[in-house]
């Protein structure tokens, strides 16, 4: 397969990306282990407030646990994801490395591609909202390790309550007169096991946003006094991201796209924080940037290149 110099580019920086998100696995490990970061808390705090979400619902999980074993549980299934998607069977990462498949067809490309759109589009929503005074709220105050914690453990349950109980459920009961037990693979890889349809189409997108409408709603309703107003619309468009690259590519994919937003750049910064800045968290803030440029310049470029074609008068 040939590819152009726009892929080449796009591919070269998502794989530096991708190469930091890898990277900020274990040194979020060693500063949440040895980084100090807690006044309050530390790795060997119990706890015995675990949920999950289901159907956007909080259901307890009666289980007394410490920090340290929930946190090392998670972190294993996230680089677990994270290793199956880069050898995905239909465009692995060699396969991509090599020209044999596009660089958007891995999901582990697609979740840099949209978490750096998706993280420059919030920064400017809030940066807009701040200008017009509409308050996010947040935990700016919270113990760090705390607050760690809870960003770790937020894209899977989130994840599963959010998008994979609504939309995902939603495709297995379309899927199943004519998939039968093979529906429950929508669980997963929704796109790929719901049959195409106008109907399904509409669905899932109608689906999408009233599961991200809901997702920013919650934030109010769970949290009451902690998020404003502001973290609504935020959590909105973050929603749309997430429930968009779970159709397309799949649960894995909406998973570690919601840990990029949560774990990637708190994990490199609370390292500096208690190690010392190495420029860490500044590299990838700049590969974020540099790859939404170029995504949005290929894009524009193909739409260009798309229309041209179908203006050419007939031969």
């Given amino acids: 397969m040939h590819r152009d110099l726009a892929d080449s580019v796009l591919l070269i920086i998502a794989v530096a990306l991708l190469s930091m998100m890898i990277l900020a696995m274990p040194l979020g490990a060693i ?20 949920f999950a979400f289901v159907f956007g619902l909080p259901i307890s999980i ?11 549980a998670f972190w294993l299934v996230y680089m ?23 660089p958007l067809e891995n999901p582990l ?20 909202q701040n200008y017009l005074g509409i308050p996010s709220g947040g935990l700016k105050d919270a113990d760090q390790l705390l607050l760690f914690i809870q960003a770790t453990l937020a894209p ?26 093979q529906s429950f693979g929508c669980l997963l890889f929704p796109k790929k096991y719901l049959p195409s349809t106008r109907f399904t189409r509409r669905a899932l997108l109608l ?21 404003q107003i502001g973290k609504v619309s935020e959590s909105v468009v973050a929603g ?37 800045s190495f420029g860490l968290s500044q590299a990838a803030t700049a590969l974020v940037s540099l790859l939404t440029i170029v995504y949005i310049v290929n894009l524009a470029y193909a739409t260009i290149r798309a229309d041209s074609k179908r203006n050419l008068p007939l031969q």
């Fill in 156 to 181: 899977l349950r989130e994840e599963f309550g959010f998008r994979l109980s609504i939309i995902g459920v939603f495709a297995v009961i379309a899927a199943f007169r004519s998939k039968g037990l």
């Fill in 109 to 128: 490309i697609a979740v840099a591609v949209t978490f750096s759109v998706t993280f420059l589009t919030l920064n400017l929503l809030v940066s807009v």
């Fill in 62 to 72: 009666p289980v007394i646990t410490s920090f340290s074993t929930v946190f090392v």
């Fill in 207 to 227: 689906l999408n946003v009233g599961s991200a409408i809901y997702f920013g709603i919650t934030h109010l309703i769970y949290e009451p006094g902690v998020w």
């Fill in 240 to 276: 749309l991201a997430l429930g968009w690259i779970y159709i397309e590519y799949g649960f894995f994919a909406a998973v570690l796209l919601h840990w990029s937003f949560n774990y990637f750049l708190s994990a490199l910064q609370l390292y500096e924080t208690a190690f010392g």
């Fill in 31 to 50: 500063a949440f282990y040895d980084g100090e970061l807690g006044k309050t808390y530390n790795p060997n705090s119990t706890t015995d407030k675990l």
């Fill in 80 to 102: 677990a994801m994270m290793m199956i998607s880069l050898k995905m069977p239909s465009a692995s990462i060699i396969s991509v490395l090599r020209g044999n498949a596009k």
